[in-house]
């Protein structure tokens, strides 16, 4: 009985020791809390606060929770307070740590509050945000950056207000300062409408104060508000208007303020006021200039400035005299003669260039064409060509030069005086047979010493024009620039020619580019292409796309364009590029064009065989390479060139001991797959075969399942070539047997077809079953032959057994 007593008095003291324990309280605290009964687990947290590392936070937790379940603002702001002020009481770091998360929640539940308490007053945002700034967000930044993101929205409200009041008390250059402001917070929040808007009002102040401005924010105008914009747009107009740049402001005010209102209308009488009188002062000064240009009293600079006045008078003028702006345009013709012939005479190529260049569809004139190629080739003798012209001579020569018609017309216009005739039958401008109009002294007969061949007149003047450009360019860099150029617009004409039999326009990619008539060279091939199924002829017309993709040319531009994407994958050694440009639809487009299905495997071959020659150990390039075989439907070459090349990759890396056998095997799986009769490479493979079986069998590797793996596919794609070359696996095994065998070991346990071996069975241990597994492979990889038949398997059984005497019965 006393002992009892003892034990119930024991246990009633450890009950009051288990109860007042730091945990057991936090566990009543914590119960409490999952009840919400805050204010109780706050009394049993406020006992334990330096006692249990969980303490401190769980009691900021029960203040944070009575914060948000307060009614009024003052006593969220209380608990939410209590929450912050529990740091100073805290002395353990751990507890630190933990706490750091609800006090976060606490200051966000206070910077929400005196958000909301602003109310846009612009002092109490910034201090709220330096709050922001200065509180810790631990856990909470993103909740922390949306709520500084609200604030600069209403900061942007705010400023914007604040700069409108100031505007309308004419306080311009503090209003822009505000809207600036403005802007800058619309920016930060993502406010579109403020941005916009503050744009607009610092430009219309700023014509307030009549500053000089530019319109580089026309995005952000037009999003503007509307009555902002039609107020910035008047103020502009008016102010281009005072500064007599009457033609802007006619823009702005057709473009920005075509809505009906008196005040627009006003502008339009400035501007037709205006109009009026310019095209008074613009009658006398061209009646003047008209009567100087009759009495050649003109200056060529007078001259010049005329005739490029001349399309822009006879607009202003056609409003006031409709006669006179035809009179005004009808000397147009005349002003360009006089001023080509003054540019010839007088060697100023440069400048007739440009004028002809001007002139509308000048390659339609034989005539224009031929002073063109005149100028160009003089221009280029008095050695001018730079790197920002060379194009523009280049292109007009050889256009020109390659143009029949142009020689046609030197022809009927000179006046001859003996019997010579001229033959078209080795003209280099065309591939037709006629001409649709030649003079009388031309033909298509046989060329003869009084039958002139036009060819070799046109063929003598590239050579002059290529002695110069090779000879006389002293500046190497243009040299090159200008020979290579000259080289590739000459090709591409001819290769037009060449093809097209239709009586069209040549000119050099670049020359039909810069005008505008590329479409049309292009579109005359795709007839040929469709009606003939001519691939030079889509070849012909790649140099001359320039932005149409809707052309059977442009298909096949972009095929040899794929093309050379993965050559330059290959050479970049990008097995990224390969993988991306290697699709179904791509493959297609290749196959699409004989041309380039048939030549693909040389590129390749030859930009992998380039590679090599600059590293014949790259691994990277073994992936290239396998990524590379799809793209030809023709890969025989490549799969030798892949196969060669692994190969001599295995064989290097495993004798300089840098690969193991394993990889090397796995590698050579590849250039076995791709060459399964190449002798070289089957005899690596299985030399390779027996290295990871012996590798297996010395335990020298831990790829034992991988191996396997390959050596069960070999089994079943062994090739002629294989099987006449596997002796060397049939050899080991013997080897294997033999040494076993001097070692006094039984080699019918390895046989799987031996009695002794089915006998065995399990008797085998661990490293006998390896053994038995790795000369088992070698047997059938070996490709060995079954020299025993049936009977023979039968007789050796019954010796085993000591059956050979006869039967008893």
């Known amino acids: 009985m006393e002992v009892i007593i003892v034990l119930v008095i024991i246990a009633v003291v450890g009950y009051f020791i288990y109860q007042s324990l730091p945990n057991t ?54 608990y939410f307070n209590e929450v912050t002020a529990l740091r100073k009481r805290i002395i353990n770091s751990a507890s630190v740590t933990k706490f750091e998360s609800v006090e976060t929640k606490a200051l966000f539940e206070i910077a929400k509050i005196q958000y909301e308490e602003a109310k846009g007053d612009i002092d109490k945002l910034n201090q709220n945000i330096k709050f922001i700034d200065t509180a810790n967000k631990k856990g909470s930044e993103t909740d922390f950056a949306s709520l500084k993101k609200n604030h600069f ?34 920016e930060k929040s993502g406010n579109k409408t403020i941005q916009n808007n503050s744009i607009a009002r610092i430009i219309i102040c700023q014509l307030k104060r009549n500053d000089k401005i530019n319109l580089n924010n026309v995005s952000e105008i037009e999003k503007s508000d509307k009555n902002f914009q039609r107020e910035l747009y008047y103020r502009y107009a008016i102010q281009l208007l005072k500064n007599k740049e009457f033609s802007e402001a006619e823009k702005i005010i057709s473009s920005h303020l075509n809505f009906q209102s008196s005040d627009i209308d006003k502008l339009n009488e400035i501007l037709q006021a205006e109009k009026n009188n310019n095209a008074v002062k613009k009658v006398e000064e061209i009646n003047t200039s008209i009567e100087a240009l009759y009495k050649n009293s003109l200056s060529t600079e007078e001259l010049k400035k005329l005739y490029d006045s001349l399309d822009t008078s006879a607009i202003e003028v056609k409003v006031f005299d409709e006669q006179l702006s035809e009179r005004i345009s009808a000397i147009k013709p005349t002003l360009f003669n006089r001023l080509l012939t003054h540019y010839i005479s007088a060697e100023q190529y440069g400048n007739a260039i440009t004028i002809i260049h001007k002139f509308p569809k000048f390659w339609e004139s034989p005539e224009l064409l031929k002073n063109l ?86 063929k003598e003047l590239l050579q002059q024009f290529e002695a110069i450009i090779h000879k006389e ?10 020979n290579d150029f000259y080289d590739s617009e000459k090709e591409a004409i001819e290769n037009v020619i060449e093809v097209v039999e239709n009586d069209i326009f040549f000119a050099t990619p670049y020359f039909a580019k810069s005008n505008g008539i590329n479409n049309e060279i292009i579109e005359e091939l795709d007839n040929d292409y469709h009606n003939y199924s001519n691939e030079n002829a889509l070849e012909a017309g790649v140099p001359y796309i320039k932005n149409s993709n809707s052309s059977v040319v442009y298909q096949y531009f972009f095929a040899n364009d794929l093309v050379d994407r993965v050559i330059t994958a290959i050479n970049n ?60 439907s023709q890969n025989e070459k490549l799969k030798h060139q892949y196969s060669n090349y692994v190969a001599n990759y295995c064989i290097s890396k495993v004798n300089e001991n840098e690969i193991d056998n394993f990889k090397a095997l796995s590698l050579m799986k590849g250039a076995y797959l791709r060459s399964p009769h190449n002798p070289r490479v089957v005899k690596n493979f299985i030399t390779l075969i027996r ?18 793996t390959i050596l069960d596919w070999v089994k079943n794609n062994m090739s002629q070539t294989y099987k006449q070359n596997s002796n060397e696996l049939s050899t080991a095994r013997q080897e294997i047997l033999h040494q076993l065998k001097q070692a006094g070991a039984d080699i019918s346990l390895f046989d799987d077809n031996s009695f002794a071996s089915i006998l065995s069975g399990p008797s085998l241990n661990s490293q006998g079953l390896k053994m038995k597994k790795v000369l088992t492979y070698l047997k059938e990889l070996g490709n060995e032959q079954e020299s025993e038949n049936r009977l023979d398997k039968l007789r050796k059984l019954r010796q085993q057994l000591n059956l050979e005497d006869d039967l008893p019965f």
């Not at 009394?43 to 936070?57: M, R, S």
């Not at 900061?155 to 914007?160: E, I, K, N, Q, V």
């Not at 019997?419 to 591939?431: D, H, K, R, V």
């Not at 360019?473 to 200008?482: E, G, P, R, T, Y």
Request: proline content about 1%.
């Open 573 to 632: 050694e990008n097995l990224v590029a390969l993988t991306s440009l290697n699709t179904k639809d791509n493959k297609q487009w290749i196959e699409k064009f004989d041309n380039i299905s048939s030549s693909v495997e040389d590129k390749i071959f030859n930009a992998i065989a380039n590679k090599i020659s600059d590293d014949d150990e790259n691994e990277k390039l073994i992936s290239v390479m396998e990524e590379c075989f799809s793209f030809s």
């Open 153 to 186: 929205y209403y900061l942007a409200d705010s400023h914007f207000k604040k700069a409108t009041d100031k505007e309308k008390s004419e306080k311009l250059s503090e209003a822009i300062q505000q809207y600036n402001t403005a802007k800058d917070y619309a």
């Open 25 to 78: 309280k936090f566990e009543k605290a914590q119960n409490l809390f999952n009840a919400q009964n805050y204010n109780d687990a706050i009394n049993i947290l406020n006992d334990i606060f330096e006692k249990h590392v969980d303490a401190p936070a769980k009691l900021a937790e029960c203040k944070l929770n009575l914060g948000k379940q307060a009614s009024g603002k003052s006593d969220k702001v209380r």
């Open 373 to 458: 190629g005149i100028c160009c080739y003089g221009y280029t003798a008095k050695g001018l060509l730079t790197e920002r012209n060379y194009q523009i001579v280049i292109s007009g020569w050889l256009t020109s030069v390659f143009s029949d018609k142009v020689i046609l017309k030197s022809l009927d216009d000179t006046t001859w005086d003996d019997n010579y005739t001229f033959s078209l039958a080795e003209a280099i401008g065309s591939n037709y047979s006629q001409h649709d109009e030649i003079p009388d002294n031309v033909n298509y007969d046989e060329i003869s010493e009084t039958n002139i061949s036009i060819g070799a007149t046109q």
């Open 473 to 482: 360019i002293q500046d190497a860099n243009l040299s090159k620039l200008v």
């Open 691 to 708: 290295f990871n079986l012996m590798d297996m069998l010395n335990d020298r590797t831990r790829k034992t399942t991988e191996i396997y």
